[in-house]
């Protein structure tokens, strides 16, 4: 939030507040301002990003300072000038929903999540009628396919400078990757997408091209697992989505059940450093993938930071020396460059690498010295 909480009318706070901590997808409040055109008076609107077929929607709620006991107004982006979500076919099975405007109570904190749920429930509505209105044989085909899996998310773009596209958010893989990461303190629930990205045609070739296809995921998973490592299966041609998600989903779930594994690989690598650097001052204990060391060559001490990636140990970790000793002219501690140009096998034993990279660290230890003494290191 840009503004202060100060400027901010209580009772808009705590609709805000409760929005923000209990809403299940992460919404971010981009602006607030005033309805003064100085913007000098109490902040009573603001924008809203909320998550939508993993990009963001724009949402302006407009509430009255002085009118509290009246429901904010929502203004919707101007692509979406024909989404009447009180007037959609069929409507919230929960009737609290639909009268969640016409009872408003500005007391009551959770209103505004409640009002924000219902309108994005219907947008979800609102956008899968639109594409199923496309005039594609293809899209029809593609939708009639995989209609019933559970969250798809869909969403028809166009504009002046492009060509109509319909965008497919598929969730992948039913599996609870927070529970398979002991002690993980993730907020929300881990997933990963497939996007899907269809260019909008008016026949049905008998050899269509292959759509637009990019793995996305939580930016939180990136801690265990990194999609960026993962090559999509080749599309075969003449082959529909539902064809080419069980294929994926297998490959992508032995993926992750690997990822998961690796960090009890990564603790054992810690502890193994632990016997020529002793105890660590400091160590990711939930992913392993950080872990700082406090060593000493004579009366130099400095620390030894290693940053180990989702792929060890194929991949090797990265080494940081610190001096306690020396600093910089901004008074921050001298550190070296990253060091990754040492012995190194991913087949030998925890025990090994650690006192591999011990024996490389003696010569190390006196270069740095020297440069920090020298004040070359920046």
Same mark, same amino acid.
């Given at each position: 939030?840009?503004?202060g909480?100060e400027?901010?009318?209580?009772?808009?706070?705590?609709?805000? *507040?409760? &929005?923000?901590?209990?809403?299940?997808?992460t919404?971010?409040?981009?602006?607030?301002?005033?309805?003064?055109? #100085?913007? *000098?008076?109490?902040?009573?609107?603001?924008?809203?990003?909320?998550? @939508? %077929?993993?990009?963001?929607?724009?949402?302006?709620?407009?509430?009255?300072?002085e009118?509290?006991?009246a429901?904010?107004?929502?203004?919707f982006?101007?692509?979406?000038?024909h989404?009447?979500?009180?007037?959609?076919?069929?409507?919230?099975p929960?009737?609290?929903f639909?009268? %969640? &405007?016409?009872?408003w109570?500005?007391?009551?904190?959770?209103?505004?999540?409640?009002?924000?749920?219902?309108?994005?429930d219907? @947008?979800? =509505?609102?956008?899968?009628k639109?594409v199923?209105?496309?005039?594609?044989?293809?899209?029809k085909?593609?939708?009639?396919t995989?209609?019933?899996?559970?969250?798809?998310?869909?969403?028809?773009?166009?504009?002046?400078?492009?060509?109509?596209?319909?965008? /497919?958010?598929?969730?992948?893989?039913?599996?609870?990757?927070?529970?398979?990461?002991?002690?993980?303190?993730?907020?929300?629930?881990?997933? $990963? @997408?497939?996007? !899907?990205? #269809?260019?909008?045609?008016?026949?049905?070739?008998?050899?269509?091209?292959?759509?637009r296809?990019?793995?996305?995921?939580?930016?939180?998973?990136?801690?265990?697992?990194? $999609? +960026?490592?993962?090559?999509?299966?080749s599309?075969?041609?003449?082959?529909?989505?539902?064809? #080419?998600?069980?294929?994926?989903?297998?490959? =992508?779930?032995?993926?992750?059940?690997e990822?998961?594994?690796?960090?009890?690989?990564?603790?054992h690598? $810690?502890?193994? =450093?632990?016997?020529?650097?002793g105890?660590p001052?400091e160590?990711?204990? !939930? /992913?392993?993938?950080?872990?700082?060391?406090?060593?000493?060559?004579?009366?130099?001490?400095?620390?030894?930071?290693?940053?180990?990636?989702?792929?060890?140990?194929?991949?090797?970790?990265?080494?940081?020396?610190?001096?306690?000793?020396?600093?910089?002219s901004q008074?921050?501690?001298?550190k070296?460059?990253?060091?990754? +140009? @040492?012995?190194?096998s991913?087949?030998?034993?925890?025990?090994?690498?650690?006192?591999?990279? %011990?024996?490389?660290?003696?010569?190390?230890?006196?270069?740095?010295?020297?440069q %920090?003494?020298?004040?070359?290191?920046?």
């Amino acid at each position: 939030m840009a503004a202060g909480p100060e400027n901010v009318p209580p009772f808009i706070a705590a609709q805000l *507040s409760h &929005l923000l901590s209990h809403f299940r997808l992460t919404v971010k409040v981009e602006q607030m301002w005033s309805s003064d055109k #100085y913007n *000098s008076g109490p902040l009573d609107r603001f924008t809203l990003l909320i998550p @939508y %077929c993993l990009d963001f929607i724009k949402w302006d709620i407009i509430f009255d300072v002085e009118s509290p006991y009246a429901a904010p107004d929502v203004i919707f982006g101007p692509e979406d000038e024909h989404f009447h979500p009180f007037h959609m076919h069929p409507a919230s099975p929960d009737p609290s929903f639909s009268n %969640c &405007l016409s009872d408003w109570n500005y007391k009551d904190p959770s209103r505004l999540l409640t009002l924000i749920q219902f309108l994005r429930d219907q @947008y979800v =509505l609102y956008q899968r009628k639109r594409v199923g209105e496309v005039d594609d044989d293809r899209l029809k085909f593609e939708i009639s396919t995989i209609l019933s899996r559970e969250g798809i998310e869909m969403h028809m773009s166009s504009g002046a400078e492009k060509s109509e596209e319909v965008k /497919f958010a598929v969730p992948l893989l039913d599996m609870n990757i927070n529970k398979m990461v002991s002690c993980c303190s993730w907020r929300y629930s881990q997933k $990963i @997408y497939l996007q !899907v990205v #269809y260019p909008v045609g008016r026949k049905y070739m008998t050899a269509p091209s292959a759509p637009r296809l990019k793995l996305v995921s939580s930016p939180e998973l990136k801690a265990v697992f990194s $999609i +960026d490592d993962v090559k999509l299966p080749s599309w075969v041609d003449g082959m529909c989505l539902a064809e #080419y998600l069980p294929n994926l989903e297998e490959y =992508l779930g032995k993926q992750v059940l690997e990822a998961v594994s690796l960090i009890e690989v990564r603790r054992h690598f $810690i502890e193994a =450093l632990a016997n020529p650097f002793g105890r660590p001052v400091e160590a990711d204990p !939930v /992913f392993c993938r950080k872990a700082t060391f406090l060593a000493a060559s004579g009366v130099f001490t400095f620390l030894v930071h290693f940053l180990i990636p989702t792929q060890f140990p194929k991949q090797q970790p990265t080494i940081m020396l610190q001096s306690s000793q020396h600093f910089n002219s901004q008074m921050a501690p001298i550190k070296s460059r990253p060091i990754s +140009d @040492y012995p190194w096998s991913p087949r030998w034993e925890p025990l090994q690498m650690a006192e591999r990279i %011990c024996e490389f660290l003696a010569d190390e230890a006196l270069n740095f010295k020297r440069q %920090c003494s020298e004040g070359q290191v920046q």
